[in-house]
């Protein structure tokens, strides 16, 4: 095989893993903000839509401990809530489903 074969072959092989990441990405990123949107509607929480972090473990976010609750991660996620008195905080949310349900949870987080 030549260099410039292989070249095209590592050139191609990049871009198909980068695609995939960005796919990986994007797809993090709606279950983040459809978690937050339930999280919002239970008015326990007003999450800002535009700015939410998905994350892969919850190690890397902002929480001291992993989610609560029994069942499968679905999204882990960082964003911030809004306030009436204009003070947003630091969140670490999360869905998970169980038995056919979908269950979700916060922490604020200290700063």
Same mark, same amino acid.
């Given at each position: 095989?030549n260099k410039?074969?292989?070249t095209?072959i590592?050139?191609?092989?990049?871009?198909? &893993?980068?695609?995939?990441?960005?796919?990986l990405?994007a797809s993090m990123l709606?279950a983040c903000?459809?978690t937050?949107? /339930? #999280?919002n509607?239970s $008015?326990?929480v007003? /999450?800002n839509?535009?700015?939410? @972090?998905p994350?892969?473990t !919850?190690?890397?976010?902002c929480?001291e401990k992993?989610p609560? $609750? &029994? *069942?499968?991660?679905?999204a #882990?996620?960082?964003?911030t809530? /809004?306030r009436?008195?204009g003070? *947003?905080?630091? #969140?670490?949310? !999360?869905s998970?489903?169980?038995k056919g349900k /979908?269950? @979700? $949870?916060?922490f604020?987080?200290?700063q």
């Open positions: 095989m410039i074969m292989l095209v590592v050139g191609i092989l990049m871009a198909n &893993a980068a695609y995939a990441e960005d796919a990405e709606r903000v459809q937050a949107e /339930i #999280l509607k $008015g326990k007003n /999450i839509l535009n700015e939410i @972090t994350f892969v !919850w190690r890397a976010s929480s992993p609560a $609750g &029994a *069942g499968n991660v679905m #882990l996620c960082e964003g809530s /809004i009436r008195d003070k *947003g905080e630091l #969140l670490f949310f !999360w998970k489903t169980a /979908i269950n @979700t $949870g916060y604020v987080c200290r």
